[in-house]
T-cell receptor, first 115, second 112 residues
Framework: AQSVTQLDSQVPVFEEAPVELRCNYS??????LFWYVQYPNQGLQLLLK??????LVESINGFEAEFNKSQTSFHLRKPSVHISDTAEYFC?????????????FGTGTLLAVQP | SAVISQKPSRDICQRGTSLTIQCQVD?????MFWYRQQPGQSLTLIAT?????????ESGFVIDKFPISRPNLTFSTLTVSNMSPEDSSIYLC?????????FGPGTRLTVT
């Protein structure tokens, strides 16, 4: 079985400051890793993913995440946030192979960017 | 990528009634997924729907409460039956393409 832990339910940060949203997972098998973003009153959008290859992955809007296998982590970072980054961020894992394609989500982190 | 639409986008329903949510995808997919997002919480998978077979339900979800249809490779419905206020949630469908899951905009259900 898999589980995902997002320790911070809310992260307040000032505009243009750096931010890190933490994600740790537990799994007995290898997993694919994802970050999804949910803007207020909107659906879920894929922000970035790790499937294989380089452990550092980047999104088009300046976010990056690094897969650390030894620490079973996939933390999300941005060097300088904008007001428009205010949203709920969900970390998720999907087992590789096997009979199921389901995503297991963390509880989410609300990124609240203040002017 | 995949473009997913859901109907209705929101609804307010009376206790004891049922609501059917529709999910349409712009491409043919083998598996479709139905999730629930309760207020202020994360997403929980309800069931996986394969075309031509019975849906597979996760622990805590049963077919009598959440019957699912999957008549073809681009469409699925989820019915929330005999609703109670605890069913007030956002219901989302999703599909997987090349290991990425794409989500519909969700149906916001309020049960009074």
């Amino acid at each position: 079985a898999q589980s995902v832990t997002q320790l911070d339910s809310q992260v307040p940060v000032f505009e243009e400051a750096p931010v890190e949203l933490r994600c740790n997972y537990s799994s007995s098998v290898s997993v694919y890793l994802f970050w999804y973003v949910q803007y207020p009153n909107q659906g879920l959008q894929l922000l970035l993913k790790y499937l294989s290859g380089s452990t550092l992955v980047e999104s088009i809007n300046g976010f990056e995440a690094e897969f650390n296998k030894s620490q079973t982590s996939f933390h999300l970072r941005k060097p300088s946030v904008h007001i428009s980054d205010t949203a709920e961020y969900f970390c998720a894992v999907r087992p590789m192979g096997g009979a199921t394609n389901k995503l297991i989500f963390g509880t989410g982190t609300l990124l609240a960017v203040q002017p | 990528s995949a473009v997913i639409s859901q109907k209705p986008s929101r609804d307010i329903c009376q206790r004891g009634t049922s609501l059917t949510i529709q999910c349409q995808v712009d491409s043919q997919v083998t598996m479709m997924f139905w999730y629930r997002q309760q207020p202020g919480q994360s997403l929980t998978l309800i069931a996986t729907a394969n075309q031509g077979s019975e849906a597979t339900y996760e622990s805590g979800f049963v077919i009598d409460k959440f019957p699912i249809s999957r008549p073809n490779l681009t469409f699925s419905t989820l019915t929330v039956s005999n609703m109670s206020p605890e069913d007030s949630s956002i219901y989302l469908c999703s599909v997987e393409l090349s290991y990425e899951q794409y989500f519909g905009p969700g149906t916001r259900l309020t049960v009074t």
